[in-house]
């Protein structure tokens, strides 16, 4: 079993900058890949950005590629997701996933809320 928490979410203006955390337990957390989705109201879930289980590989949406980073510390069993120049349709609920078992993310966080104020 695997357990994830996210944190960070909140309110910011446009143009700002946030950074989301979420914390792993359960699991031998350098073992396996890490992944941000995000679900804004009205729309399914979608993907944002993953990172390989060393952190020498990462993928992003296109929507986000060159605002967002996603990162990770293994000492920490932590992965991040830092958002800059965010814009309004970037709010959404954020959810960091885990691909334990399979390629397939099969753990999943509760979320965290991001609202961009124009």
């Known amino acids: 079993q695997v357990q994830l928490v996210e944190s960070g979410g909140g309110l910011v203006q446009a143009g700002g900058s946030r950074r989301l955390s979420c914390a792993a337990s359960?699991?031998?957390?350098?073992?396996?890949?890490m992944g941000w989705f995000r679900q804004a109201p009205g729309k399914e879930r979608e993907f944002v950005a993953a990172?390989?289980?060393?952190?020498?590989?990462?993928s992003y949406a296109d929507s986000v590629k060159d605002r967002f980073t996603i990162s990770r510390d293994n000492a920490e069993n932590t992965v991040y997701l830092q958002m800059n120049s965010l814009k309004p349709e970037d709010t959404a609920v954020y959810y960091c996933a885990a691909a334990v078992s399979s390629p397939q993310y099969d753990y999943w966080g509760q979320g965290t809320q991001v609202t961009v104020s124009s």
């Open positions: 990172i390989t289980w060393s952190g020498g590989s990462t």
């Open positions: 359960g699991r031998t957390f350098s073992s396996y890949a």
